[in-house]
């Protein structure tokens, strides 16, 4: 096998001396596609930014590391070599594409003007052929009106647009190497897709090497040759695809296979990195209806319009949510699955009031809510809210104590102090979380550790009712069947009813009794999960389905 990179005993250290990448050894083969597969924290985009020289002054890379890169004949040690040369070879022969977008790119810069400025730097071209260049680029990665993203700004543009125009920073300069770090992380399934069909396509075109790095070991299995698996800084094992997951070694390797659910594994339990390999495990998961009839959440011909004014003062009503209907039943979880735009999250807000509905109902139990100007302490006590990101669902200037006996105080919950403490920590024992964490900030704790206190904050007032945001889709997909466990057992243990929005039809499938598919602001299809996946009526639910 001809590599384009090899790396020897690479190891990294952080000013504590704690080893933070541990003498690995890793080849990136030419014109194919090496995946590096592991969980946060365990060294693999330390090592990409190793080989493009972008590791922080904080770091030490040990002597003897070697990170060979090989063209028209030559080996070149990329440690070895001076900045001025490694930076010449950065973006023009190495090039990267980052995780997230929008701290990548400049937000007061327009798109085009961005693109354009790698080719200013890296090549003499003209003005004129500079921008003819970022327009045939911009066509390239499937941009229809390519002058449009030209002319944008990147908070004009979608997630998934934002990822093409980093992918034609990243190709304009046509590189030997392409480094993608996380690219579709946090990304709808059809447009995670959409951009690895384009990375695929772009490695053929550009005869490039590929290193993809990703947490989710399902996800690269349709297209790389082959992957490395890291963890703790180390390769814990390496191979072909087939042989990955056909012949997987390691344990560690059989538990990232068995951490997801797909349409066809659905065990009682997901495996999580704290459980030994078949021991949770049945085959299929338990499909016993736990519902009953008593419905207490429904919404009727529920619409939300948003009025623009164009350029001409011409008023424009947009349907963000249009005649959305449905019923939820005492203790059923309801998924509701759509891509970025499809409207959940603000059928979410408007369900907690936080988006004033244009027409239609919504009603909790016999309780109209959308005819109610200020909802009761009860009505919010009732229904919860986990928000998609840990990060922003807890205040960062108090503990956790003291915003929890906050919680309790405001809806006049506990008869004194101890009362409350206790509820409090009973609350943190039902999360799987210690006590001991109380006089902590939120920014010491992990993502995982922090969804859980989110939980924990929707169930310290014991509510009927708490909607899922993307719980689990910025978290490893380990931490991720860590939380859906969680949840499930939550659910058993308090008879409380879900609404889960997500953009993961597998774990929708998986997780919920009864789903619900939006596209464009209206509901396409609904019905008991596994009748929806097993014989889907619309034509986007069957791209979903085949997406995965």
């Excluded at 997951?245 to 560690?252: A, V």
């Amino acid at each position: 096998m001809q590599n384009k990179i090899k790396i020897e005993n690479l190891t990294i250290t952080n000013s504590q001396s704690k080893i933070l990448v541990d003498a690995i050894n890793l080849d990136i083969a030419n014109n194919k596609i090496t995946a590096i597969i592991g969980e946060s924290g365990s060294g693999k985009t330390l090592t990409a930014h190793a080989i493009m020289g972008l590791i922080p002054k904080s770091l030490t890379i040990f002597q003897n590391s070697k990170i060979y890169y090989y063209t028209e004949n030559q080996k070149i040690d990329l440690l070895k070599i001076e900045k001025k040369q490694l930076k010449a070879l950065r973006s023009k022969k190495i090039s990267m594409i980052f995780q997230n977008p929008m701290s990548s790119l400049h937000p007061l810069i327009k798109c085009g003007e961005q693109i354009e400025e790698v080719l200013k730097t890296h090549t003499n071209l003209s003005k004129k052929h500079r921008k003819e260049a970022v327009f045939d680029i911009l066509r390239q990665v499937g941009f229809e009106n390519p002058k449009r993203i030209f002319c944008a700004y990147p908070h004009q543009l979608s997630g998934g647009e934002q990822q093409r125009v980093m992918i034609c920073m990243a190709m304009i300069t046509n590189p030997e190497v392409l480094i993608a770090d996380e690219p579709t992380t946090a990304l709808d399934a059809q447009i995670q897709m959409e951009i690895i069909e384009l990375i695929k396509q772009l490695k053929i075109t550009y005869r490039c090497s590929v290193l993809f790095i990703s947490h989710d070991l399902s996800l690269v299995h349709s297209f790389a040759d082959y992957i490395y698996v890291m963890r703790n800084g180390k390769i814990e094992e390496k191979g072909t695809t087939d042989q990955i997951f056909n012949e997987p070694k390691e344990q560690y390797t059989q538990l990232l296979i068995k951490s997801k659910p797909t349409l066809t594994y659905m065990p009682h339990r997901l495996l999580t990195l704290h459980q030994n390999i078949g021991h949770h495990f049945s085959k299929t998961k338990n499909n016993e209806n736990k519902t009953n009839d008593v419905i207490v959440l429904s919404t009727n011909q529920l619409n939300v319009v948003h009025q623009n004014n164009t350029i001409w003062g011409q008023k424009v009503y947009n349907h963000t949510l249009k005649n959305i209907s449905f019923d939820v039943r005492n203790k059923e979880c309801l998924g509701i699955i759509g891509e970025s735009g499809s409207g959940k999250t603000t059928l979410l807000k408007t369900i907690l009031g936080l988006i004033k509905p244009t027409s239609g109902e919504i009603k909790y139990k016999n309780e109209n809510l959308d005819l109610i100007k200020y909802r009761s302490l009860d009505t919010l006590r009732n229904i919860q809210w986990v928000q998609q990101n840990p990060y922003t669902s807890l205040p960062p200037n108090m503990t956790i104590a003291k915003h929890f006996d906050a919680i309790l105080k405001l809806h006049n919950i506990g008869n004194g102090a101890d009362e409350r403490d206790n509820i409090i920590k009973n609350t943190l024992a039902l999360c799987q979380m210690s006590e001991n964490i109380l006089d902590r900030y939120p920014h010491q704790f992990s993502g995982g550790q922090l969804q859980r206190l989110a939980i924990a904050q929707a169930l310290l007032v014991n509510p009927e009712i708490i909607l899922l945001d993307e719980p689990v889709s910025s978290l490893d997909v380990s931490i991720q069947a860590a939380i859906i466990n969680l949840l499930n057992d939550i659910r058993d243990f308090r008879s409380i009813t879900y609404l889960f929005i997500t953009h993961d039809i597998m774990l929708a499938n998986y997780f919920c009794d009864t789903i619900i598919v939006l596209y464009k602001g209206e509901i396409v299809e609904k019905g008991i999960s596994k009748e929806v996946i097993n014989n889907p009526k619309h034509k986007y639910t069957k791209i979903l389905i085949d997406d995965v």
